[in-house]
């Protein structure tokens, strides 16, 4: 498991994410699909604030080892 800074790349170590319950289901479903559809490498919960993103949680499969 990696976990970095999506837009600097930055490695790290200690992160808390909170969810609501409605996000968890969301994210539970674009972990599924990630899983079912071999061409999909990454899937996003994103929130949205206006007319940009206020967060955006990102997944992406690593490739096998």
Do not use: K
């Not at 808390?16 to 674009?30: F, G, K, M, P, T």
């Not at 490498?41 to 940009?52: D, F, H, K, P, W």
């Amino acid at each position: 498991m990696q976990i970095r800074d999506y837009e600097s790349g930055r490695d790290l170590s200690d992160i808390d994410v909170i969810l609501s319950r409605e996000e968890v289901e969301e994210l539970s479903a674009y972990l599924h699909r990630l899983l079912a559809d071999p061409g999909l490498r990454s899937v996003q919960l994103s929130r949205i604030n206006g007319l940009g993103f206020a967060a955006e949680f990102s997944v992406t499969l690593s490739p096998p080892q």
